[in-house]
């Protein structure tokens, strides 16, 4: 007679799979060596000023922040702690971030965070990005419910550090257009009921309409492929 198997111990220490691919996919892109202008290279993620996009499956831009406190710092706030307003609302989805863009300001490395200049200069790097995503987005629209501060400096975009944190494993469990549909879904009708129960700004509405527009389309591309099939009847 077969021993029976032991059911897995519930004083186990370990990550669920997919949650330490991400940890572990996100210390490789944020331990990346980046260069310090008169200084030796450091980590990405130890960046202290910066502008941050997150990409969704199909490249779409879905969300663009800024930081003064370390790019490693609120990408993680984000991704993996989730205490940030934006995912405590449900206008983020962490589930839908596949690739992470970075814009650093190593210039401000050792600026403190009240520096006005230095502000300037986030606020319209940010303002910049925002713009240029806008215009490379399918529906015109990110998740943000608030518009970045307006620029009252000039600034020249610089170049973006751009990375991956989905393994192919996870986005063999990720990435169906069916688990797709059925996760936005659930995102959409979550941040609905937040909307429902408060008294809110129109930008959250504008966020509430910008994923049911990317809802409609996912689905609609999805129909136009999916392949009728006596079993689907049945």
Do not use: C
Not at 64 to 86: C, P, Y
Not at 100 to 116: E, H, R, Y
Not at 145 to 168: A, F, H, L, N, Y
Not at 201 to 214: D, F, H, I, V
Request: aromatic fraction near 6%.
């Amino acid at each position: 007679m077969d021993a029976p198997v032991s059911a897995p111990t519930l004083t186990t220490t370990e990550l669920p799979f997919e949650t330490e691919q991400l940890r572990v996919e996100l210390a490789k892109f944020l331990g990346q060596p980046y260069p310090i202008p008169g200084k030796p290279k450091m980590r990405l993620g130890a960046v202290k000023w910066g502008v941050y996009a997150f990409f969704d499956y199909d490249d779409e831009p879905i969300y663009v922040g800024q930081t003064k406190e370390m790019l490693g710092t609120r990408i993680r706030r984000h991704l993996t702690n989730q205490r940030t307003d934006a995912v405590a609302m449900n206008v983020l989805d962490p589930f839908e971030v596949h690739t992470i863009a970075v814009w650093p300001l190593p210039d401000f490395q050792g600026t403190v965070a009240k520096n006005s200049a230095a502000i300037a200069h986030l606020n319209a790097l940010e303002h910049a990005v925002f713009k240029r995503l806008l215009a490379q987005s399918e529906f015109n629209a990110v998740l943000n419910e608030k518009d970045p501060p307006s620029p009252t400096v000039k600034i020249e975009i610089p170049e973006e550090v751009r990375g991956r944190i989905v393994s192919d494993d996870v986005s063999k469990l990720r990435d169906h257009p069916d688990l797709r549909i059925a996760r936005r879904a659930a995102t959409l009708a979550k941040l609905a009921q937040v909307i429902s129960e408060r008294k809110v700004q129109k930008g959250l509405r504008r966020t509430l309409l910008a994923q049911a527009t990317r809802l409609q389309s996912l689905a609609s591309k999805r129909y136009e492929h999916a392949a009728d099939t006596a079993e689907d009847d049945e």
